[in-house]
């Protein structure tokens, strides 16, 4: 890994960036289904750092848990998830679906090319992330099994926030 310069000033801007754009709840969806927050970070810059990664997920945590108590009562159906992926940060994001069925579309992967399981054992993650005090947290963990023409990769992640567990008990 290449040692970052101005790490803490990187750190303060992309704070900086993720209260900015998660200071009010969106009143826009993609599709009529959802909005997300990606990490305004580079990849090579997350890639860069373990601390810097536990970093970043307490601040998505953070922000996440922020969106859910400024939920305005007009929009009481919306649901607020945090995507949270240990070898890919790049693609961890806050994630505000319109309603249930937008929420049941996203998570929904039961293809023969993607399948979304929940996994048991989501006390792992939680810990590699140092997510153990936030006990206010709603938190699963997923198995995201990928299958195309060469390879199959298995791949796990963390959802936070407003989850719906029933929906991946297959």
Same mark, same amino acid.
Do not use: C, G
């Given at each position: 890994m290449k040692k970052q310069r101005g790490l803490a000033r990187k750190v303060k801007n992309i704070t900086s960036k993720m209260n900015e754009n998660t200071q009010c709840f969106p009143t826009a969806f993609y599709n009529d289904e959802y909005y997300n927050y990606p990490l305004p970070v580079s990849r090579e810059l997350l890639q860069s750092s373990k601390t810097l990664q536990i970093q970043i997920a307490h &601040? @998505? /945590?953070?922000?996440?848990?922020?969106? %859910?108590?400024?939920?305005?009562?007009? =929009? =009481?159906?919306?649901? /607020?998830?945090? !995507? &949270?992926?240990?070898?890919?940060?790049?693609?961890? =994001?806050i994630v505000v679906h319109k309603n249930k069925e937008s929420y049941c579309s996203f998570y929904k992967r039961? #293809? %023969? *090319?993607?399948?979304?399981?929940?996994?048991? $054992?989501?006390?792992? !993650? /939680? #810990?590699? *992330?140092? @997510?153990? $005090?936030?006990?206010? !947290?709603?938190a699963m963990t997923i198995e995201e099994r990928i299958v195309d023409a060469e390879e199959k990769q298995v791949n796990y992640f963390l959802v936070i926030g407003e989850v719906i567990s029933e929906l991946f008990n297959r």
């Open positions: &601040l @998505l /945590v953070e922000r996440t848990l922020h969106l %859910i108590h400024i939920k305005p009562d007009n =929009q =009481q159906e919306a649901l /607020v998830t945090l !995507l &949270l992926k240990p070898n890919d940060m790049w693609n961890s =994001q039961n #293809t %023969i *090319f993607q399948q979304w399981l929940l996994f048991k $054992n989501s006390e792992k !993650l /939680v #810990t590699y *992330f140092s @997510l153990e $005090n936030h006990t206010d !947290l709603q």
